[in-house]
């Protein structure tokens, strides 16, 4: 994983340059960049290209540097991500006659495009964003992986395109921020800026396959899936950490990471006595999985704490901010004991009905929330993950999100994701015989809320928009009303929740009063158990 950073278009800035890698070094632990001989662009002045990497060495550590460039000089690669299946697709690219230098999936990607053109981002499985600069014309292709666990941003100004991992780097340029979507790829030049197209469509998964009804048969293709996804995501000579909150989802894998590789570590975030740290605890004593645990009381979150988590985040949503705060400790954490890999459970609730709202919509509805809310993981869920945890120099792969297994969770009825009143109820069936019974059962609990940490961060919410404007996030997009927050205003009528979160309305000044003093009753000691 790494953070990536290119100014491409002549008499590129390198003061701003500078900045926009800077404003990265945590993602990596070493700073790399474009030598001075290949910064010209068709012959052009000799800062026409500046591009660079903070790279986190993962794969193949001394020889994967960044910016990868071929054989012949004729282009760059910036590359942040993990493409799992490397090791297939190496074999093929040497079948097909050509010279590999490295044991990198760096080097894969760069050889699958100029193999396969355009179409070698189908064949990437993975989590990875990357942006490859052809020297001669100066045009610049973007792509990003279909869910969008790996962030990219792009800004245009002066006859320069500017890409960067994160939004901060881009806010110096000083005009519009733009995301490159999920699941799209395309072409821009230092003047028209990107064209991109969608190789993978989150709005339509499923639709053209044959929907799954049976529960056994449903119960067996998630496991199988799954168990296949983790297992590519261990795939490392590293330690495995796994962020570990008892719930379903974390709890399941960690059983499957302590199976397929047994360095593993769990982390764990909550305050003294909340349910998560109870949870977390009985399961790591029962495996004998090594436990680190962070203990934060409420007292311990103050304005500064929500300050940096907004800094880090960017999130634009006021829900994954107050997740953020408690995360960014968690990958702290991590980060401190030399852990560079860990695994989440995120996505989970998004692909099998974790929350209320999925039932609450309808039947009719239902499969259109679950896509809604899958494409908008890359800048809610995912986001908040990918930066609390880059933050720290920590890469967090995201195995319930892997395009083969969402695709299979769209193709199953709501009735097999929620029965007799359990939410996830397909997992759990699936992975019957070796989950606990008391994780089994366990309802889900959002993680802020489960940590005990929720409502200590809501205090502070009223001033959340203001912080986040005052980073310069607003040339993205401004904070919003959290989704779910909408659909229940609105009477559960998705599409005039759809309507209304375009609008980006904030909160008003009473709905934020009211917030303040639940969160204020609850910490005077009315409502805190903790």
Known sequence: ???????????????????????????????EELPESLRTIGGGPATGLLAGTQRLRIVDRDRAVQPWVSPDEAWVLCYNGEVFNYRELRAELVAAGRELR???????????????????????????AFAIVERATGRVFLARDPLGVKPLYWSRRGGRIHVASEVKALVPVGARITEVPPGHHGWATPVTGPRLNPYVDLLRLGEDQVPIEDPDEAAKLVRNALQ??????????????????????????????????????????????SPDLDYARRLTRDLGVHHEVVELRPRDIRMGEIREAIRMGE?????????????VPLFRRVHETGVKVVLTGDGSDELFGGYPMYHEVGPAAARRLFLHKIRNLCRT?????DRTSMGQGVEARVPFLDLALVELAMRMPLSLKMRNGKEKWIVREAFADILPDYIRQRPKNPMSYSSGLHERARLYKARYARVHHSFGYGLLEPLRRDFDHVLMKCGNDLDAAIRESAVRQDYTLLEHARDFAGALRWFTGARAPY
């Open 1 to 31: 994983m790494c953070g990536i950073a290119l100014i491409v278009g002549n008499d590129a800035d390198p003061a701003l340059f500078r900045r926009m890698l800077e404003s990265l070094t945590p993602r990596g632990d070493v700073q």
């Open 381 to 385: 869920e995912l986001q908040r993950v």
């Open 228 to 273: 296949d996804s983790i297992r590519v995501r261990v795939d490392t000579d590293l330690t495995v950490g796994v962020i570990l909150s008892g719930g379903l989802d974390s709890s399941l894998t960690l059983l499957q990471v302590r199976e397929m590789h047994p360095d593993c570590v769990a982390f764990t975030v909550g305050a003294p006595g």
């Open 102 to 128: 490295s044991e990198s999936d760096t080097e894969v990607v760069l050889e699958a495009f100029l193999e396969w053109g355009e179409a070698a981002v189908a064949k990437l499985r993975g989590e990875f």
């Open 315 to 327: 999130l634009s949503e006021y829900g994954d901010i107050i997740n953020a705060v408690v995360s």
